[in-house]
């Protein structure tokens, strides 16, 4: 903590100490200042919520579409084997 900050911590506990009422003035003063913070938090993390659900659902939809992708790979290829296994090698026209 640099040295400025303690010297204000220091005069405003003094001058709430000192002066009768100083501290009921404060609070009544500060109790708007602390809703309205603590309205606007919440109004951020609203948003913020929403925003990382959309993106979760983003996610979730690209998820599914490249499993789909694999799946229709994989059915093709286990389609070609079975084909490639009812022919035999001898109609392998490939000459191999």
């Known amino acids: 903590m640099n040295r400025s900050f303690l010297l204000g911590a220091a005069v405003a506990?003094?001058?709430v100490m000192l002066v009768p009422g100083v501290a009921g003035a404060l609070g009544r003063a500060?109790?708007?200042?602390?809703?309205?913070?603590?309205?606007?938090g919440a109004t951020a993390y609203d948003e913020f919520r929403k925003a990382g659900a959309?993106?979760?659902?983003?996610?979730?939809?690209?998820?599914?579409?490249?499993?789909?992708?694999?799946e229709a790979e994989r059915a093709a290829a286990e389609a070609?084997?079975?084909a490639d296994?009812?022919?035999?090698?001898?109609?392998?026209v490939r000459g191999v």
């Open 30 to 40: 500060g109790r708007p200042l602390v809703r309205a913070g603590m309205r606007t």
């Open 85 to 92: 296994a009812q022919t035999g090698p001898e109609d392998d």
């Open 80 to 82: 070609e084997a079975a």
């Open 54 to 70: 959309e993106a979760f659902e983003h996610m979730e939809d690209i998820v599914a579409e490249v499993r789909e992708e694999m």
């Open 13 to 15: 506990v003094g001058a």
